[in-house]
């Protein structure tokens, strides 16, 4: 039978981890008593570096039932590595994982459906939000234009899917390939390919506790999404060097002109505007080759992704535990 990892990325969660280890525990019983999953499978949670006390909370789970399994990350390292430092721990020990939010947003029902269509052969299946009910004005319209874009620079992701998904260990396994440090896994995971689905559900609210995703980081992965999917922004530059080149041509020609008849202060306005708008137009463009060029920096280091400092294992964390009494 199938051994099934949950792998649940928590940072600054002890408010809600109480609250919603409870939903996933009853749920990967259910599916054990049912004979759907195998007696072996786990929760694991990654704690990405906490600075409140989401680890001990973690400890005490893992005390209390041996289902629920943790790592901890040497320090945050954000939701995307703490993701994938859970995945690749969990791939060692499993068929198939599945990972979710710790905040009960995604949800858990979907996981039948998920492996149901994991029977039906598919090695990754999307959990796609059927609406954006939950969401604010503002992020439901922002996310829609930005899907559009990406789509249109080239990436392949599946819309409205953030990262709630089964993926099999046979894909996980290619995946660890992908020696990326920038990470967009919600790109990455359809170029590693394989037979593929997709589940649908309804995003509910937080449980407790409130975002990490503020605007400022949500504006970090959708850049992060996009120079790590697509070269096209490099291109455009070079087309819109073109448009500006011979726009500028033009305005050359035009100045001379006017020079030879005698009427050069007058361009004295269109030359500045000129002037302004192509020193403005060079100034985004090598911000964005500056964007690129600092992204092969960081991935020439080769530095780890993350570092794992801590895993529980039930007989540890007894330990622990008879040392503090
Ligand atoms: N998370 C993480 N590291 C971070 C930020 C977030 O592991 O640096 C976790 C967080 O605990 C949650 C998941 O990533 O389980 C998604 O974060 P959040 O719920 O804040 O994002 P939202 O659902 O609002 O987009
Ligand atoms: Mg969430």
Not at 21 to 43: A, M, P, T
Not at 49 to 57: L, P
Not at 113 to 133: A, H, I, T
Not at 225 to 234: A, D, E, K, V, Y
Request: aromatic share 10%; net charge positive; with cysteine.
């Amino acid at each position: 039978m199938r051994i099934l990892y949950l792998v649940i990325p928590c940072y600054n969660e002890m408010e809600v981890l109480p609250k919603t280890s409870g939903i996933f525990q009853q749920k990967i019983k259910e599916l054990i008593e049912k004979n759907i999953i195998s007696k072996e499978s786990k929760i694991l949670f990654v704690n990405d570096g906490s600075k409140d006390d989401t680890w001990n909370v973690i400890k005490t789970l893992v005390h209390k039932d041996p289902i629920f399994i943790g790592i901890s990350l040497s320090r945050n390292r954000g939701h995307q590595n703490a993701l994938l430092a859970g995945l690749m721990e969990a791939k060692k020990y499993c068929d198939i994982t599945i990972s979710l939010d710790c905040d009960g947003q995604d949800d858990i029902q979907a996981i039948d459906k998920m492996l149901e269509e994991y029977e039906n052969g598919s090695d990754v299946v999307y959990g796609v939000r059927s609406d954006r009910k939950s969401d604010s004005f503002f992020k439901r319209h922002t996310a829609q234009v930005y899907y559009r874009i990406l789509r249109r620079l080239g990436g392949d992701i599946v819309y409205n899917h953030a990262d709630y998904r089964l993926i099999s260990s046979k894909v996980l396994n290619e995946l660890e390939n992908f020696k990326e440090v920038n990470l967009f896994l919600r790109g990455l995971i359809p170029l590693v390919g394989f037979r593929s689905s997709c589940v649908y559900y309804e995003r509910k609210q937080r449980i407790a506790g409130k975002t990490h995703y503020s605007l400022h980081h949500m504006f970090a992965l959708a850049c992060e999404g996009i120079t790590s999917l697509s070269i096209r922004p490099l291109q455009l530059i070079t087309r819109l060097g073109i448009l500006i080149a011979t726009i500028s041509f033009i305005g050359v020609i035009w100045s001379i002109a006017s020079y030879f008849s005698h009427r050069t202060v007058s361009g004295w306005t269109s030359m500045t505007c000129i002037v302004c708008l192509v020193s403005g137009v060079q100034l985004i463009g090598m911000g964005v080759i500056g964007e690129y060029i600092g992204k092969m920096y960081m991935e020439t280091k080769h530095r780890p992704r993350y570092i794992i400092s801590e895993r529980t294992s039930v007989d540890q964390v007894e330990e622990q535990m008879d040392e503090t009494k």
